[in-house]
């Protein structure tokens, strides 16, 4: 079979061993309460729509979105609006959040489990319903799914793409639900197709996942709008453009070009699951599979949780740990976020939780650049790493977006890369958030 693939990237240890071959197990009565950020998605947040003291059912909306870009909040338990305050994010972000005290009933709002057929739907009925479920990319950008769907008129779109790579090393949770509920991936890719009739599907999933493309061709057998491909086990082969470039060789430009450019819109595995989850059962999103894993971990697992059930929980549902963690990261080693603090809530775009012993996170103090060029060699933007992090140390803006700095991926290959341990990948992030800072302060 061949195998489809971009160009440079690196090949990190990969860590899935732990959980790969974990079934997704339950873990749908949370102990404590839960915690409702208003910020669970690119865009503006959202504000709430309940009091302290209100009663919410499973399913209900409590926070709605503010502006286009956005999407609306449901609480995933029945019980009592605690309190609006104030709660972290993995990204170290303190934002408003709604915190509901779970009655353990799970009494369902009564709007909840209308199943449409979407062969009787226009278009714009199920991209409002898929808006009005609150789904957003699963994959940790967190993007919501009824604006991808809705690119401007002029872009004929012939690619749905969706992501089955999970190149992150550590992270099982995109393979479980390959595994497990492929038939709602295959029938979640068929109401995206209806959307756009010149399309075909075609489902990517690394050639280290072979259950997975197997099970996904026997759902996919018949279906003559839908192919499955078979990617190169290579880091960052799920990353939007790198999944474009491999399934058509086709290159989004820089300089704000998005996937629709190039005729593509592309899509976690989960997320699909959750369109169909959302038109076929009138269930909004209020799950996710979360993978807590890392040699710090006592039990490693695939867990399916509640949306707001807290990172200490799972920790503690996962064993605790066996020794204490050297990093703690939301999501995977190579783009996640590091955490300082476990009182946080799993929000939508939460993946994994990761606890990494000393050996594991490999972590050096920072030594000369030695101008070996390795970092430049993996870049899969083909961006000069060592340059853009000497203009960022220096605080060199003008220089920084000269020389692309904004169009990093913040993947990490670089750092991953460089002999010298050069916090590459860092000071790039700063970087580019600064800029964007300063010129959202200019407006
Ligand atoms: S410069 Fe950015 S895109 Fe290139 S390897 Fe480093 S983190 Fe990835
Ligand atoms: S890999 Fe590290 S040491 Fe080599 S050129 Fe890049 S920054 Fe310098």
Redesign the pocket.
Known sequence: MARLTFKRGIHPPHGKHYTEDKPIENYLDPKGDLVYPMVQHIGAPCEPLVKRGDRVLVGQKIAEAQAFVSAPIHSSVSGTVKAITESLIPNGQKVKAIVVENDHEYEEDPSLNKAYNYKDMTREEIINVIKEAGIVGMGGAGFPTHIKLSPPEDKEIDHIILNGAECEPYLTSDYRVMLEESERIIEGLKIILTLFPKARGVIGIEDNKPEAIKILKQHAAGQDRIDVVSLKTKYPQGAEKQLIYAVTKREVPFKGKLPADVGCIVHNVDTVVAVQRAIRRGRPLMRRIVTVTGGAIKEPKNFKVRIGTSYQELIDAAGGFTEEPVKLISGGPMMGMALYNVDLPVVKGTSAILALTKKEANDGGE??????????EVCPLNLI??EL?ALALNKDWEGFEKLNGLECLQCGC?SF????K?H?VQSLRTAKSTILQNRRKKK
């Open positions: 030594l000369n650049c030695i101008r070996c060029g390795k970092c430049i790493p060592s992090n670089c890369a460089c002999p010298s050069r590459l």
